[in-house]
């Protein structure tokens, strides 16, 4: 079983996976435990939006599977994505897959 992530660590994967365009992504402090995702284009017009359970943020496994669901649901729509992969966390420092 892999280390839960911190939300800090959460909050760098998503913003990395929606490149080339930008991903705001933040923890309301209503404290409901939400991460919540707003993928952006050039224009600033929001092209995406997914809410994340504390359960499935802090999941790596689960956090992969939904960044790509919306990796998808962007490319169905005609937006071209850089391609990415899940970093891997050696000593809670995320490296890139090789």
Avoid: H
Avoid at 18 to 23: A, L, S
Avoid at 47 to 70: C, F, H, M, T
Avoid at 71 to 77: G, M, Y
């Amino acid at each position: 079983m892999s280390t839960p992530l911190r939300i800090n660590e959460a909050l760098l994967i998503a913003g990395q996976a929606f490149e080339p365009f930008q991903c705001v992504a933040w923890a309301p402090q209503d404290g409901n435990g939400e991460l919540s995702l707003t993928v952006i284009d050039r224009t600033n017009t929001r092209i995406g939006r997914k809410q994340i359970p504390n359960s499935a943020y802090s999941d790596p496994a689960q956090l992969e599977s939904l960044l790509e669901e919306v990796r998808a649901e962007l490319n169905q729509e005609g937006y071209k994505l850089q391609s990415w992969a899940m970093p891997v966390f050696c000593g809670r420092v995320p490296q890139e897959p090789k």
